[in-house]
């Protein structure tokens, strides 16, 4: 069994090389982490993280529905 293989994660590594959204998405994760670093914990940056895990579950479960 290979990761692939999974099923929820096989369609996301599917979908990760050809999808701009989703690529971007990945790449915004660490450039968030970073944000938050460096300002602090605060109410601006616990409502970025929360929108950030918002549309990044929406788009997967966007992801999952389409397909």
Known sequence: MTVS?????????????????????LLAGPVLILVIAFLGRSTVTVGLAAAYVLFFVAYVLYLGVRR
């Not at 293989?5 to 998405?25: H, K, M, N, Q, T």
């Open 5 to 25: 293989d999974i099923p929820i994660v096989g369609d996301l590594l599917e979908s990760g090389a050809e999808d701009r959204v989703f690529d971007s998405l």
